[in-house]
């Protein structure tokens, strides 16, 4: 048995290049409850990240008992990550949403679904006659279904037909997409996890994979810890668990990715470490490429990024030398300064090296969230579905006949409505409903002061659809109480293109339905119908939307026709494209070196990396990529906002390993609430002593939009950085820690910015300074100490005694190694 | 030769079109985008300046208000809400493509003059102040439907 709390990647199995990845089978089960009590077993994957681990619930008594790794999948070989070993608990609180709530006289009271429909349809009809589509925005999630997201999408865009629709995975995933329209023509994962047995250099950018995917993590450790291990380069300013392992480790400053990129490509062309004859044959834009960072030498970077050049050569020689290279990025990447832009920069090298389609050769631009991936495919993020091109009318009349309606409705003037622009439209009051599911903006968009204004303003008509009465559920006119994973059907996707099945286990508390049945009845009741004047959506459950997928998808990147749920049920994970050529799904993309950059197939024609200008059909043609990747090169650029004397500090923001987004299951699962109850800020020891703070000290830190108070932790982060990790609302506090009270939500600080390209919110690019509100009362700060918060000291020295993390016997795991 | 007024000139809407992507930032600083980028774009109209001023003083300086009378003054914003961020939006996008076309014919004037390194700040200027235009348009497109329809 292993505290998976203290212990969050369990026990290591060690492989050599190009075996198996050994199976462990990661089990827990509630307190109680041995194996030979389950009922049964039911097939599923971690809706907790985006790894898209398999696991199977069991059910026992029609209720969740506790889940285990599926040992058949390619994904995970039968890991658990920590926060799905206990994150299930929270399907059982007691404070689910069971029925519908309305707005009377200004307070929230229990409704039929029937009176809670029929308000949100008598508006719609209103909205519609006054004001027309436009009037409507629907702000979604990367944590709902394939089913769900295609079925919103179909009634946004063919049914209301209103640009407006997006999900939060604007805030977490919009960058990797936008990356790989760029450089490779449309989004799709190149390569897969199993890159990562054949690798001899591993490199992280920005991506802190021990506590945002860590069975992805486990599967590293053991390939460094096994005969022949990679080389380790980590980019990162915080001390993270893979940094710790590094061989080299750049501990960069905040928002200066492209400085360092431009420099580890310069490094990598001035010493002939490229290919030439793939950049020939499979790319263009190299010259152009050569031309910006031979302006980037390592010095040149290593000022701007403040770290000593010899470590960029370092960094350089692993990266340039290797002969099958992995690199991924996330949200160091993309929620800084020049997000797309770092981003490209790292498919720029891949491309030079050649390195891409071949067995462990391959960039991951990373997912956050589980579903992350179905929301950009189906279109429900700020995309067409199956990665179509807005601008390219042939792929607008291939929608407008799928769905039989005419192609003046679907719109298409511009790109989709991304989500910052959706709030602004609703703050200037020409959006009036405004539909938010599965999602708790108050706490996770930037400047939450500024979201929690719109949200309470007048003549906006707030629909929140949630499993919890989130912060953001408290501001709304209707609440839909939601079923969750386990208590509904579907599939989903993770970011390797596997797709998996999950099961309905059990069924939803109350009267709270599927998101899709939610959706569906709202198509029904607003009476959508297509050319011929039957229904616009035809299906009625998971698996007849799925088919009517499968045949959007027919012939694009994204092809889902080869896979079934019958398929998904007798095997385990698939990755698309599946298809008659390819019925067992497709390990790595572009294996032949030709991208989706014909201009009559690309999924966008790009776009200038520094003001995100669109280029046009007639640009795309004289650029005539014709299958070719497009290397963009970028210069650096300044960051928003610089540290000076009012604001001497960087501010950052992030994850733990033991929460998911704002806590509303891992609240909820005293295990991970335990190990990391409350918010904390983390300052680097020399800040610390010349501020007078010591380890849970509670400090005051202010931005010019806001503020948080927290207890100090005093850890190896870089000197001038702050950290507060943004996991912690409101909803669980006593009112005098609410946003009128002590402010904890690390948004209350960000700023409200995007990235030109890609238009995800800069969370990790702001100014702060620090006051110390309080000598210590000898309580250490609530961070955790088994992961990038690792305090400095136990404080057996100075400030308070740090106890360590752990679990104890309630969070004790079993694992088997090696069971099929 | 009348090449150096046309330097006055083009100066001088470059400047002016600095002015007005600084004015745009500031006035519609509350849509996220507008600030950062109108700033970017701004500091690239100053540095089209100065890559011109050495050329300008080389062809014979040239008087202010020569400068005044032949440049465009047409920004007249910010103005407020959706509908005045297009208005603004569409202001820049005429001084750009004034901007634009000078900067093309700068560089008829640099071809008859036989002159390489004029040719190349053309060259580089001229892309950028393009690469100006496509984002006002980006900005405007995504921005009409919701400012000429469902705005109030």
Redesign the interface.
């Known amino acids: 048995m292993t505290d998976r709390i203290a212990n969050p990647w369990g026990e290591r199995t060690p492989f050599v290049p190009s075996e198996e990845w050994p199976v462990r089978v990661d089990q827990f089960l509630e307190e109680g409850v041995s194996e030979e009590d389950v009922d049964r077993w039911v097939q599923s994957a971690s809706i907790l990240h985006s790894n898209g681990d398999a696991i199977d619930a069991a059910v026992k008594d029609g209720r969740i008992v506790g889940v285990r790794g599926r040992a058949v999948d390619r994904v995970n070989r039968g890991r658990v990550d920590p926060k799905d070993l206990f994150g299930w608990q929270a399907n059982n609180s007691e404070d689910r949403l069971k029925r519908p709530l309305v707005r009377k006289d200004g307070e929230l009271v229990e409704a039929s679904w029937d009176e809670a429909m029929g308000l949100i349809v008598e508006r719609s009809r209103q909205l519609l006659d006054e004001?027309?589509p436009?009037?409507f925005g629907f702000y979604t999630t990367g944590q709902l279904f394939l089913e769900e997201y295609y079925t919103l999408g179909v009634i946004a865009r063919a049914g209301l037909g209103t640009?407006h629709l997006d999900g939060n995975t604007r805030t977490c995933t919009a960058t990797a997409a936008q990356a790989m329209k760029e450089s490779f023509g449309s989004d799709g994962q190149p390569g897969c996890y199993t890159d990562i047995d054949h690798a001899d250099a591993i490199a992280l950018f920005g991506h802190n994979v021990a506590e945002t995917q860590t069975v992805l993590w486990m599967r590293m450790l053991d390939r460094l810890e096994g005969k022949e291990p990679p080389k380790l380069v980590v980019v990162d300013p915080r001390p993270t668990p893979p940094a710790r392992r590094a061989d080299v480790h750049l501990a960069i400053r905040n928002d200066t990715n492209v400085a360092l990129m431009n420099a580890l490509l310069h490094e990598i062309i001035a010493n002939g470490w490229y290919d030439q004859e793939y950049v020939d044959a499979h790319t263009i834009g190299f010259d152009e490429l050569k031309k910006t960072v031979m302006r980037y030498p390592p010095e040149r970077a290593a000022e701007i990024c403040g770290v000593p050049a010899e470590e960029i050569r370092e960094a350089a020689r692993i990266i340039g030398m290797a002969k099958r290279l992995v690199s991924s990025a996330l949200q160091g990447f993309y929620q800084s300064m020049q997000a797309t832009a770092a981003a490209c920069q790292l498919n720029n090298l891949h491309l030079i090296r050649g390195m891409i389609g071949k067995p462990g050769c391959t960039v991951l631009q990373m997912n956050g969230q589980p579903s992350a991936q179905n929301t950009r495919e189906t279109g429900a993020n700020g995309d067409l579905p199956a990665f179509r091109n807005w601008d390219n009318p042939k792929h607008i009349q291939e929608l407008a006949d799928l769905w039989n309606v005419d192609c003046l409705q679907i719109?298409h003037?511009?790109?989709p409505?991304h989500a910052?622009?959706i709030w602004?439209?609703a703050?200037?009051?020409?959006?009036n409903l405004l539909w938010i599911s599965g999602t708790n903006p108050a706490v996770s968009l930037p400047e939450i002061s500024r979201i929690r204004r719109i949200l309470a303003q007048e003549g906006l008509f707030v629909v929140v659809q949630d499993i919890f009465l989130t912060e953001t559920a408290q501001y709304a006119d209707v609440v839909l109480p939601a079923a969750t994973w386990g208590e509904k059907l579907g599939t989903f996707t993770n970011t390797d293109r596997t797709v998996h099945i999950t099961e309905k286990a059990v069924e939803p508390p109350g009267e709270a339905k599927s998101d899709l049945d939610i959706f569906l009845e709202y198509a029904r009741r607003m009476n959508f119908r297509n050319k011929d004047g039957e229904p616009l959506i035809k299906w009625e459950d998971p698996e007849s939307c799925f088919e009517a997928w499968k045949e959007c998808t027919r012939g694009h990147l994204c092809d889902y026709t080869g896979i079934t749920y019958e398929k998904l049920r007798e095997g385990s994970g698939i990755q698309w494209p599946c298809n008659e050529e390819s019925p067992e799904g497709t390990e790595r993309l572009y294996t032949d070196g030709v991208f989706i950059t014909q201009t009559d197939r690309c999924e966008a024609y790009g776009h200038?990396l520094?003001?995100?200008?669109?280029?046009s059909e007639a640009d795309h043609k004289v650029m005539n990529p014709a299958g070719r990747a497009i290397i963009k090169p970028i210069e650096y650029?300044q960051p928003?906002e610089e540290p000076d004397k009012e604001y001497p500090f960087r501010y950052t923001t992030g994850r733990t390993v033991y929460h998911f987004h704002t806590r509303t299951k891992t609240a909820r699962a005293p295990q991970l609430q335990d190990a990391a109850p409350d918010a904390w800020v983390e300052i680097s020891p020399v800040d610390a002593k010349s501020l007078g703070i010591e380890e849970g000290n509670m400090v005051r830190v202010e931005s010019p939009r806001g503020h948080v108070e927290a207890r100090a932790r005093v850890c190896n982060i870089a000197q001038g950085l702050i950290f507060v990790p943004f996991h912690y609302g409101y909803f669980d506090v006593p009112t005098k820690d609410s946003p009128n009270g002590r402010h904890r939500a690390a948004n209350e600080m960000t700023i409200?910015?995007?990235d030109?390209v890609s238009?995800q919110p800069l969370l990790k690019s702001a100014v702060a300074r620090v006051i110390k509100v309080a000598d210590s009362d000898k309580t250490p700060s609530p961070a955790p100490t088994t992961t990038a918060s690792e305090p400095v000291s136990d404080g057996s020295t100075d400030g308070a005694l740090v106890p360590a993390t752990e679990g104890g016997e309630r969070a004790e795991v079993s694992s088997v190694i090696g069971k099929e | 030769m009348y090449l150096a007024n046309y330097f006055g000139m083009l100066c001088g809407a470059e400047l002016e079109l600095a002015e007005g992507f600084r004015n745009m930032g500031e006035g519609h600083g509350q849509e996220p985008d507008v600030y950062f980028i109108c700033h970017t774009l701004a500091k690239q109209c100053d540095e089209h300046v100065e890559k011109l001023r050495p050329f300008a003083e080389r062809y014979g300086e040239i008087a202010p208000e020569e400068r005044n009378r032949l440049g465009p003054k047409i920004f007249v914003g910010p103005r407020e809400g959706g509908l005045g961020l297009l208005r603004d939006l569409h202001d820049l996008y005429v001084m750009a493509s004034f901007c634009s076309i000078t900067w093309t014919m700068v560089g008829q004037g640099a071809q008859g003059t036989r002159n390489p390194e004029l040719l190349e700040v053309v060259e580089s200027c001229e892309s950028e102040t393009a690469t100006q235009m496509k984002w006002l348009e980006t900005r405007m497109k995504q921005a009409a439907p919701q400012a000429l329809i469902a705005a109030s």
């Open positions: 004001k027309g436009l009037s640009p719109p003037w511009a790109p409505t910052m622009q602004r439209f703050e200037q009051g020409s959006i200038d520094l003001t995100g200008a669109a280029l650029q928003l409200s910015a995007w030109p238009k």
